[in-house]
Each structure stands twice: as structure tokens, then as C-alpha cells.
């Protein structure tokens, strides 16, 4: 069973910055995406960033030029650095490897942010 180890979270005020860091025991397969979810009290856990074997990255439309994700393969650690963070990113953010072998999950990170 792969681990995916999460750390970074906690409480910011609006227009602030926090990175969130996911570490990897191992990598399940040759081709991979990883990415970062996040889901806020009573609504549905959506993709907030993802990136993909050879570099490709996606975001959600709400947190686009103020979120980046990116990857340290040497330490098989994935990041996603927020700026301009609002009220509304406030979720339990969840790390996310999706392999041909199987989906595997960090245990989340509250993120919080108010003033």
C-alpha cells in the first residue's frame, strides 16, 4: 500500500500564502497523475489540482493563476503553492496518486482562511 504523507495546512488570512507538501512512499507505476482535492463542510470533493506523468498540469477554474502544483521526483514529493488565498478555499485538502494499479490517498490537511 503506497502512503502519501500530507503537511502545510493551517490558518491563513485572506490574500495570504500557504504550501501544501505530499510525500510518496513509492510510485505504483511508470505512468502516474497526482494531484490535490479539497472538500469544504457539505459540499462534494473536487479536484483542485492535478499533474501528470511528464509534467502536464491542470487546475480548477476557481483557484487558476493563484494555485500552482508541482513535483520534486527525487524526493517523489508533489507541492501545491497558494497565493491570494480567499475565504472560500477553506477545505480539508487532500492528497491524491492515481496509478494503473490503483487511487491512493493522503489522510488531508485543514486549510483555513479568515481574518
Known amino acids: 500500500q503506497v502512503q502519501l504523507v500530507e503537511s502545510g495546512g493551517g490558518l491563513v488570512q485572506p490574500g495570504g500564502s500557504l504550501r501544501l507538501s505530499c510525500a510518496a512512499s513509492?510510485?505504483?507505476?511508470?505512468?502516474?497523475?497526482m494531484g490535490w482535492y479539497r472538500q469544504a463542510p457539505g459540499k462534494q470533493r473536487e479536484l483542485v489540482a492535478g499533474?501528470?506523468?511528464?509534467?502536464?498540469?491542470n487546475y480548477a477554474d476557481s483557484v487558476k493563476g493563484r494555485f500552482t502544483i508541482s513535483e520534486d521526483s527525487a524526493k517523489n514529493t508533489v507541492y501545491l503553492q497558494m497565493t491570494s488565498l480567499k475565504p472560500e478555499d477553506t477545505a480539508v485538502y487532500y492528497c491524491?496518486?492515481?496509478?494503473?494499479?490503483?487511487?491512493?490517498w493522503g489522510q488531508g490537511t485543514q486549510v483555513t482562511v479568515s481574518s
Open positions: 491524491h496518486l492515481g496509478t494503473a494499479y490503483g487511487n491512493y
Open positions: 499533474i501528470s506523468t511528464g509534467g502536464s498540469t
Open positions: 513509492e510510485r505504483t507505476s511508470r505512468f502516474y497523475m
